[in-house]
């Protein structure tokens, strides 16, 4: 099925591939910040499709948008100690502003917990004033030394959600919640299957009491964190003086959660669906879920490609036709390059046997399809299918690259011969957790929410195992 | 009319008239770095309003969104010398990442020219790359001296349009375009009206070849310049080598444009419609168009408030009611504060005479209702006459403040009197430009594509007048 030169194989060598294809499908390239990317105007636009979903997703359970400056003075971020040893080494500093030098340096946003819990300190004086439920949508600067475009770079867009709460209970509900909506994200809409569980206390955020994640494999075995969520409990809330007085009207410190999502998402949709000729995008979230192409130039044909595409826009599938001066061999590559889910394609000849071509992206099937029949109806019957399908492709990848270990012999076995998800039973000793890291790049994913117990001895130590951990090569 | 203690009276201190509002609406606050600011969830819900309906007109007209670095190197920003002039005194500049001093600074974007410029070096070979449309949403840093919530602060939220043609005559049609489709927003959306015109060459865009403006009167007669589009012409592509092979393959230098508006739109809002007893939001921006107060809490009252509620949901309507337990003063006042164009209030007495009572916040005056009427289209109508009505009083209001002047005497008294909107003739010397600027912060907003030759000599230094110019004071 390969058939795009301008692609590495993904055999040949994964990391090319991926290179390749956010550079030909157009979704970011570098710039001359090093670590920096631009998101071209696909990628941007995958972007936005998320966006859009998430947002809606974010109103629905009652939170609502707004924008905390930038910058953040040292004293800020140095208010809770976790929190700054966590993120001081990487934090980029501005000391001038115009041609003077600052009295006190700021930093680049890397996370805005602190801006929030001072903004949350000033608004909040009573328990009528809670909860508080909000997120920003913004760009975040970490200073990262090895960058990977959308995986892991300088700066990044993505959403931070930071609410305040009356009690732990709806602190840690929250928190939850919005693990939910992610896990909901990822299976409806990006057909990504995940693990959700608790990260180890050496794994958590630096300031939460606990951390929730959402982990999901990539093609090649390789583990993606893909959105975490925090309750921070009254960590943040105590040096920042985020006190009210509750219903018996005495004074209480609040109680906080975080979570985020970020372009990393689009690093995670190539390499969960994408093949050796390109990407292959959701339906649900494709900017283009259709794309018609006529063959030859003949009036019947375009004019046939126009009648087709206001019909089905009228029927809100995103559709465009290509009717560009290229072979149509070329466009074909072009657009399962894009990874648009469903090509349309006919000449003349189709239009006089009464039929048109229906061709899957994901699996590169074709049906011939009467122009009798209810084809709005038949396109978005073959979008749901699509997006079922891969879903469940991916799934069945992920089981079979899912293996239960019990000694550190077979675990190194899998990591350097075919990773994937490791189940390993632990102590709950966190020498052991470390001892692990040793072997290959291997980090611990989560303590998952759905538990097991196949073996009554961790894996490193062998005393009694009180857990099993997810472990993975991470991105 | 006035009944709102918390609001400065506009006639007593505009400027604290303006903060009050800002504050006391929930639409920002300050942070606790000097100079920006915190959008808060209000104000933001109306950015998101505008930003909506804007980011579709651009898409209508062609443009696509992308993603530039937040970071711009130093040789970068050197590159086109007018620009670096324009904005080095007044960027903020990156000189750590994590601990380590970084080999060359990094300013802050203050605008991203100089990073579409490059961007556009590396893409564009042949004419048929042409043209391209990008726009990105996104923040900026200018550190000004002196800050004013939304009018002038030193981050602000904006979009910036950036495009390369093939021909000067394409670049300068759609800078004018741009200027339309602003135009277009303000009028019809915001309800402001605005003088379209050219910006002298003392007050063009560091870099530019032309800049057209905006202008529109606040209403204390201070001139808010409110968007801004700019011609290039070579003056990037020489210096970032921005060049094509033309139709007859010969290498050329493509023609630019830029264009962008910001959340000083808010400001403008504020100072175009706002009252003494708070915002007036235009409906077609408005979060909210209509908030139903249901007053007393008969089962009857409550039910008929979520039945109508649901009623006009379904007609696109975006309203709320307003059930908390507060006396329906109180959320009268909240209400007009907020700015929410139409009000629906009623209790049992109402219902038992089957009628509802419509208040409108722009006029205050109050209308009952048939419950017998068809409630949807009522509102509907009366929403968009709400949108006329204010539109029409803001013109009237620039009309009468818009001034035509032949001496320096006159211009003074109006200045220090009744400031406004003042035409005056100019015999195009930049010197007299100059020296009317010495008039109590007197600053030349455009010369209007409605031109006029109302007196035949120059106000400034009595030579014949070659062109109107517009005159005010900015903020």
Known sequence: MKKNNKITSRELDFAQWYT?????????????????????????AIWESMQEVLDDMFKKTGHKNVYM?????????????????????????????????????????PTSETLFSDYYSKKIKSYRDLPRLYNQWCSVVRWEKETRPFL????????????????????????????????????????IPVIKGRKTEKE?????????????????????????????GTNFSKPFEITFLDRNNELQYAHQSSW???????????????????????????????????????????QKAKELETSLLKNNIRVIVDDSPKTPGFKFAQNEMLGIPLRIEFGLRDLEKNQIVLARRDDYSKKEVSL??????????????????????????????????????ELEDIVKNKPG???????????????????????????????????????????????MLYWGIQY
Request: glycine share 6%; charged share 30%; with cysteine.
């Open 372 to 409: 009798d029949e209810d084809l709005n109806e038949l396109v978005s019957n073959i979008l749901e299918e699509i997006q079922k399908d891969i879903y469940n492709k991916a799934l069945a990848r992920r089981e079979e690259r899912t293996y239960k270990c019990t000694s550190k012999e």
């Open 260 to 302: 985020g999502v970020s372009t990393r998402m689009i690093g995670a949709l190539i390499m969960t669906h994408g093949d050796d000729n390109g990407l292959i995008i959701p339906p649900k979230i494709a900017p283009t879920q259709v794309v018609i192409i006529p063959i030859g130039e003949d009036e019947k044909v375009v």
């Open 152 to 191: 892991r770079s300088r700066e990044f867009l993505w959403q931070e959600g930071h609410t305040v709460h009356e009690t732990e209970k709806e602190a840690r509900e929250e928190t939850l919640k919005m693990l939910d909506v992610y896990e909901t994200f990822f299976k409806e809409y990006l057909a």
């Open 421 to 467: 998800f490791i189940k390993a039973m632990w102590c709950e000793d966190e020498n052991c957790e470390t001892a692990l890291k040793e072997i290959g790049g291997l980090k611990s994913r989560c303590i998952p929410f759905e538990e097991e117990h196949f073996y009554d001895k961790c894996i490193c130590c062998g005393r009694k195992a009180k857990k």
């Open 204 to 232: 958590k955020f630096a300031g939460a009491v606990e951390t929730y994640t959402i982990e999901a494999m990539m093609h090649n075995g390789i583990i993606l964190q893909s959105g975490t969520t925090h309750y921070f």
């Open 69 to 109: 400056p930038l910058f953040i003075n040292e004293s800020l971020l140095n208010k809770e100690k976790d929190h700054i040893e966590g993120f001081a080494p990487e934090v980029a500093w501005v000391t001038h502003g115009g041609n003077e030098k600052l009295e006190e340096r700021l930093c680049v946003r």
């Open 20 to 44: 390749d294809i956010v550079k030909e499908a157009g979704l970011a390239t570098y710039s001359p910040i090093k670590g920096s990317l631009i998101i071209e105007e696909y990628g941007y």
